[in-house]
């Protein structure tokens, strides 16, 4: 059972910044994706940052030039940078790895950006 799990939520300014970490259980070479994904309070799952298997990188406008998604295939772990939070920013952060037409979620992490 491939495991994936999230952290490096908390409490921050706006202004601020965080590093979120989604640890997975094997080689994360056996992605051919992985995403971070986001829910704030009442609304769905949005997308926010991807990384291919060849380290190809994609953002929405939203966050775009203010996150920044990367992979240590070493650590099993991919990181999600995260600069510049505002109070949009606010909700439950979530990985998803792609392996073989399978997604596979961590639990998620919660970043609250709040003065």
Same mark, same amino acid.
């Given at each position: #059972? +491939?495991?994936? +799990?999230?952290?490096?939520?908390?409490?921050? %300014?706006?202004?601020?910044?965080?590093?979120?970490?989604?640890?997975?259980?094997?080689?994360?070479?056996?992605?051919?994706?992985? &995403?971070? =994904?986001? #829910?704030?309070?009442?609304? %769905?799952?949005?997308? +926010?940052?991807?990384? /291919?298997?060849?380290? /190809?990188?994609? =953002?929405? &406008?939203?966050?775009?030039?203010?996150?920044?998604?990367?992979? &240590?295939?070493a650590?099993? /772990?991919? =990181?999600? #940078?995260?600069n510049?939070?505002?109070?949009? &920013?606010?909700?439950? !952060? !979530?990985?998803?790895g792609?392996?073989?037409?399978?997604?596979?979620?961590?639990?998620?992490?919660?970043?609250?950006?709040?003065?």
């Open positions: #059972q +491939v495991q994936l +799990v999230e952290s490096g939520g908390g409490l921050v %300014q706006p202004g601020g910044s965080l590093r979120l970490s989604c640890a997975a259980s094997r080689s994360i070479f056996g992605f051919s994706t992985i &995403d971070w =994904y986001r #829910q704030a309070p009442g609304k %769905q799952h949005e997308l +926010v940052a991807t990384v /291919t298997n060849y380290g /190809t990188t994609n =953002y929405p &406008d939203s966050v775009k030039g203010r996150f920044t998604i990367s992979r &240590d295939n650590k099993n /772990t991919v =990181y999600l #940078q995260m510049s939070l505002k109070p949009e &920013d606010t909700g439950t !952060y !979530y990985c998803n792609l392996a073989s037409g399978v997604g596979y979620w961590g639990k998620g992490t919660l970043v609250t950006v709040s003065s």
